[in-house]
């Protein structure tokens, strides 16, 4: 089992079902277990949140643990993440320190910390992430990064299962327009995900706005090992054509990364077509779903009458975050907190 939740990349489809069956079980009631029972967990957020914070707290608190929440620059010293740097700016503490004396009180560290959209290059790496994984003894939870969101794709894939059951499905992740350029993070972890889960998976964006090319390299080596298929388009009326799971997502292009006005211009012209209405899901099967992460701007990315109506899953989405993050806690624990790799 790997050390880290920062990817489900590093999980096989065998753990993530089984991560899934877990969450099903507390989501239940079926499993009431306290594997946290005198535990702590840290919760570091370099950004804010409703959905990750409240859930990973409140599961925390279920599983008999206790949670630090952190918010470094704010209730916490502000930190540098590069090795090697003089630290004579405005950054007080390292990661080095910061995660070692962490994991002398806390099981586990969770982290949010999102991709600034100014270095393409450097962001791709997750360079904040890898040095909390780098530096730390416990193990890591990714809480989003600059590029993976797990906890939210393992609750995604979780979801669909719960609607469907087992088995394939059409599912489609479109990009959407949006104000500002937002980071690639959730997009990422679901196509990869629903590659890793056997899912037959359509992404629709305009051009200009492709993923990751070494992503999309490994998301076709996952469809191709589960024997299901990836399909890319900028046509958005056909993409939604027969898709049982719509699933829909606004990022920035990465080659705007630094010039965000650049971005905003460029998108401009996708403001109208790239909307989820009620015309595209008529192009859906009739026992379609409509998912989005959230937080979501109403009327932008997707309209009131589509995410009001019963198609509507992002509530249900939302819960399971809870249960999937009790999953991922309770293997960590039952796996030896302070040896898991
Ligand atoms: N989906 C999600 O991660 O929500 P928050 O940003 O509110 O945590």
């Not at 200009?208 to 299901?228: C, K, Q, W």
């Not at 650049?262 to 859906?284: G, L, N, S, Y």
Request: aromatic share 8%; glycine share 6%.
């Amino acid at each position: 089992m790997p050390k880290n939740f920062l990817t489900t990349a590093d999980w096989t489809r065998e753990q993530l079902e089984d991560l899934i069956a877990s969450a099903q079980r507390f989501k239940s009631g079926e499993d009431a277990s306290k594997p946290l029972a005198g535990k702590s967990i840290a919760l570091v957020f370099f950004n804010p949140s409703l959905r990750t914070r409240a859930s990973m707290q409140v599961g925390i608190y279920e599983l008999g643990g206790n949670a630090v929440v952190l918010e470094p620059g704010g209730t916490s010293w502000t930190l540098e993440h590069r090795a090697g740097t003089v630290m004579d700016g405005d950054k007080t503490e390292h990661v080095a320190e910061f995660v070692g004396v962490l994991g002398r009180y806390c099981a586990a560290i969770g982290v949010r910390t999102f991709a600034a959209l100014k270095n393409w290059e450097e962001e791709r790496r997750d360079p904040v992430l890898s040095a909390f994984a780098e530096y730390a003894d416990v193990p890591i939870i990714n809480l989003e990064s600059a590029m993976h969101h797990p906890c939210q794709a393992l609750a995604d894939m979780m979801t669909i299962r719960e609607k469907f059951g087992e088995g394939k499905k059409r599912v489609l992740l479109t990009w959407a327009w949006h104000p500002k350029p937002l980071p690639m993070a959730v997009p990422n972890s679901f196509a990869l995900a629903a590659a890793q889960m056997g899912h037959d998976l359509t992404i629709a964006h305009p051009p200009g706005y492709e993923l990751d090319d070494e992503l999309v390299r490994e998301i076709n080596t996952h469809a191709f090992d589960a024997g299901s298929t990836v399909r890319v388009t900028d046509d958005v009326n056909e993409a939604f054509k027969g898709a049982e799971v719509v699933y829909a997502k606004s990022w920035g292009s990465r080659r705007f990364y630094g010039t965000p006005e650049d971005d905003i211009e460029a998108r401009a012209e996708f403001r109208q077509d790239w909307i989820v209405d009620e015309a595209k899901m008529a192009r859906t099967t009739d026992d379609s779903i409509f998912m989005h992460c959230l937080p979501v701007r109403r009327n932008v990315i997707v309209t009131d009458r589509v995410i009001d109506s019963s198609s509507s899953v992002v509530i249900d989405e939302a819960e399971n975050r809870l249960h999937a993050q009790k999953a991922v806690l309770k293997l960590i624990a039952e796996c030896g907190l302070r040896n898991a790799e």
